[in-house]
């Protein structure tokens, strides 16, 4: 008799355990593209529940979609950071040169 309350309550935790683990695994994607800060976390957040109804099909690429961006990079391969600097120091020099082309047209219009 022991054995069989047992077995019961083995088999509703049994249950219950994948229950919630199935939930969680389909949350994995939708965990990734928070911290990365995904501009589609919400979508992805929805697809994967979608997921749980359409026998998993979509999970594998939810979670390409979601690993693809990167808050550092976007959605490319090179870092933004870089040509951010590159851009800011391009422009820095043509503003330096602009400022210097002023500079020798106020002189000559003096002499």
């Known amino acids: 008799m022991l054995l069989d309350y047992f077995a019961l309550v083995l088999v509703f935790f049994v249950a219950i355990t ?3 683990g199935i939930i969680a695994i389909h949350d994995i994607p ?3 593209a928070v911290h990365r800060h995904h501009p589609h976390q919400d979508a992805i957040h929805v697809a994967g529940w979608v997921s749980l109804f359409t ?3 979509i999970w ?3 979670w390409i979609w979601a ?3 990167r808050d550092d990079r976007g959605w490319g391969f090179t870092t933004t950071q870089r ?3 590159d851009w800011i120091a391009a422009v820095e020099r043509l503003t330096k040169r602009v400022d ?3 500079a020798d047209k106020q002189a000559s219009k003096e002499v």
């Open 18 to 20: 994948l229950f919630y």
């Open 30 to 32: 939708y965990e990734i």
């Open 55 to 57: 026998l998993h099909l």
């Open 60 to 62: 594998p690429f939810l």
């Open 67 to 69: 690993t693809l961006y």
């Open 83 to 85: 040509q951010d600097h």
């Open 100 to 102: 210097e082309l002023e």
